[in-house]
């Protein structure tokens, strides 16, 4: 086929386009994704907590998400008086925005030779060879690019907490700001180990290791884990959702927020979780590798078959990752702030900074094929360590009560004043015998 327009299009050329076809179809892609990740975790937590879940609209609800955006869009978009009004309609936007700009630098599958096609539409350099990489943006700093963009979501939280001229936005606002700088900390370090194991900050060389060796997740466990929990901090998704803690903050930092900028909020959240899943699975579960443990795996250069077949292990392990972080907020209660401030400063960042100095010694001697002895050996250390360390008085203890069943309140003889050491009666108004307590 002859181009009409003469064209010759170098191999650099096509890839960029190449880049930008697939950062068009991936906002797309994970666009859509996101509103039924919404639908997901609504059907996950009915199903934990024995209920239906969504199914009126659609067949078996696979509607809802669409009505969902309807009547967000239909709901009245309602401002307080007092706020800054030029921070209050940015914020919504400093938290998408750099949830969609991370993505870019995740390879969805390995490289096909389109030479052929380029050359059946006349726009090929002869003897060139088009040989594109599958991925938005391959540049040498991807791993750096995605901390970067990531760390920019705070400011949103942070404006739209300040803009609401509503302390308890506010009070929301500032614990998100001291939560994500926190867990970003252990999080760079851990993403430090893989990044010295590795020697490379290109999330594409990443998998393409992992392909000839063993995933990550096999050789640095522990990384893994100290990885995947700042996940789940900087997403401010449970047990680290503190910044919209409905029992202190109310609704917290997005709280005087409705309509669109709302949605927009609950979007950035679900972004930031399915980009996070899909980084956690490139950078410790071996992109689209099959095989975690031998170098016997799927090749990285093939045709459109294996491509698509690459994409597909991909996007499964991406979904299994979302899948994993829904499950774990229906699971685990929520940290009070002073345990949440406690879990980083005073454990995971020593436990991440033993393991890094622990990788430098792996690598200094040349054993990097027995890290996960490091990672068991940095365990066995923090649990033989923690009985002799400093034990904090909590700061809230459980009061013993009078009439309680579980804990009840006693002296030397069993009973408090004459009184049954246990309730006596399920009843609101309790026995006559256990004296004057509240009856609510």
Known sequence: ????????????????????????????????????????????????????????????????PIADGIKFMLKEDFNPTGVDKALFFLAPGFIVAPAIMGFAIIP??????????????????????????????????????????????????????????????????????????SYEIPMGLALLCVVLAAGTFSPYEIVEQQLRGQWNLVQQPLAAVIFYTCLLAEANRAPFDLAEADSELIGGFHTEYSSMKFALFFLGEYFHIVTGSAFFAVIFLGGWSINPFTGADLPVEGGLILMLAQFAIMMTKVALMVALTMAIRWTLPRFRFDQLMRLSWEGMIPVSLMLLLTVTFFIYFDVTGYLWVGSIGVATLVYLVKPIMAVHVEANQRIRMIGSRFSPMVDDAGTLANRPSVALDDRAIPDPRQGMISSH
């Open 108 to 181: 969805w599958a390995g490289r096909i030779d389109i030479t052929q096609a380029v050359t059946w539409l006349g726009v090929g350099v002869a003897g060139a060879n088009y040989t594109v990489k599958l991925i938005g943006a391959d540049i040498n700093i991807g791993v750096v690019y995605l901390l970067a963009t990531s760390a920019i979501g705070v400011y949103g939280v942070s404006l739209g907490g300040w803009a609401s001229n509503n302390k308890w936005s506010f009070l929301g606002g500032l614990r998100a700001s001291a939560q994500m700088i």
């Open 1 to 64: 086929m002859a181009s009409g327009l003469n064209l010759q299009l170098s191999p650099e050329i096509v890839q960029l386009l190449v880049n930008v076809g697939i950062i068009v179809a991936m906002v797309h892609v994970i666009l859509i994704g996101c509103a039924y990740a919404i639908l997901l975790e609504r059907k996950l937590s009915a199903w934990m907590q024995d209920r239906i879940g969504p199914n009126r609209v659609g067949p078996q609800g696979l509607l809802q």
